[in-house]
């Protein structure tokens, strides 16, 4: 029966990443930007506003899920997702774009550190902590075959247009919303509910606080995580709109951001078997492939863009699946959630530097 129950906590988790990431217009959302007449600046000052959200509600959002509960979180982030695709499908001009990325930043904050955090201490709540690996690997798999099936439609969001587009991106979300009820809470949640709201918000940030502080492996780690993967990020999402100023005719254009995402998959099913190296070696690594297809886009040559994507999103996945499961291992359940996200944080603040001088960059 346990079994049973643990099956199903990982199965729904499974299927709520699935339908998170299906969402056609959340995979091609530059190109359906840029298809409306907004320009890639304005998509870099888009991004710049997730990030800067993203910023500001991360860390709350990791302690929401640690004090309220992850499963709460989650289904926070699914209502901010169907709030997203609402504004930008029926209210138009660019500063509800903007209101719409800002909801967009929220549904990434809640489901941040909580989807995680709930799967590792159910399994280790049953001493099987040591099958997440294969757990996150799955799960990064999922993201990357969901988000590649949405983006090989990428051609059909934009035939339909930003409206129809966005209606299916709010009935996927009330559908994750009825996966996502079926969870169970951690014990480490369920525990606290004759603890006092105060006490608890207390307990978490001066738990939270005290484990960061003067622990330089954990901030490293983080940093590093987050540098390569705001690589990977942004070579995507401009390639969506790079790859047609190289020629790539627009029924092209979903086929070939899918191939990138298969560089994931392959990262992922390498990150399991890459427990033996150092996470520092394996930085050196994932920093140098990831640069190597950055430097792809620049030859405008399609084939070989679509080759530096593939490369990237390798590097990113290979190096955060293993960041992901040295993290949790080292943080105390109590503050789980609030320290994976500040591992989300570090990445915002990365991207906010980085967007806008990306979006400059590849315009040119």
Request: charged fraction near 15%; proline fraction near 2%.
């Amino acid at each position: 029966m346990i079994v049973d129950k643990i099956k199903n906590q990982l199965q729904r988790l499974y299927l709520s990443n699935f339908i998170s990431n299906i969402s056609i217009a959340g995979a091609a959302w530059v190109l359906l930007l840029v298809n409306d007449g907004y320009s890639l600046i304005q998509v870099g000052l888009a991004e710049t506003v997730f990030h800067i959200v993203s910023l500001t509600f991360e860390i709350p959002s990791g302690v929401f899920a640690d004090t309220m509960g992850r499963k709460k979180s989650l289904i926070m982030s699914s209502l901010a997702a169907l709030l997203s695709a609402a504004v930008r499908g029926f209210l138009p001009g660019f500063g509800f774009v903007l209101l719409s990325i800002a909801f967009s930043a929220l549904s990434y904050n809640f489901a941040s550190g909580s989807d995680s955090a709930l799967a590792y201490d159910s399994l280790l709540e049953e001493k099987r902590e040591n099958e997440y690996d294969r757990y996150i690997s799955n799960q990064t798999i999922i993201y990357r075959i969901s988000g590649g099936i949405a983006t090989l439609a990428a051609g059909l969001a934009v035939m339909m247009g930003t409206r129809n587009a966005q209606i299916i991106s709010i009935g996927l979300s009330l559908i994750n919303i009825t996966v996502l009820s079926g969870l169970k809470e951690n014990l480490v949640i369920t525990r606290k509910k004759d603890v006092s709201l105060s006490k608890r918000f207390k307990d978490t940030y001066k738990g939270a606080l005290g484990f960061l502080k003067g622990n330089t492996k954990v901030a490293g780690l983080i940093f590093r995580n987050a540098l390569v993967g705001a690589v990977d990020v942004l070579l995507l999402f401009f390639l969506q709109a790079k790859l047609p100023m190289a020629g790539v005719p627009n029924w092209l254009l979903g086929p070939l951001l899918f191939i990138m995402s298969w560089g994931g998959i392959a990262g992922a099913k390498l990150a399991c078997k890459a427990g033996r190296y150092t996470l520092k070696k394996l930085f050196v690594i994932c920093l140098i492939i990831a640069l190597s297809g950055l430097v792809t886009e620049f030859t405008g040559i399609w084939y070989l863009m679509t080759l530096g994507g593939f490369l990237t999103s390798f590097a990113d996945d290979l190096l955060q699946i293993r960041s992901d499961i040295e993290l949790n291992s080292m943080v105390p359940a109590e503050q789980r959630a609030t320290l994976i996200s500040v591992n989300s944080f570090c990445f915002s603040v990365v991207m906010i530097v980085l967007s806008p001088l990306a979006g400059w960059v590849f315009s040119l």
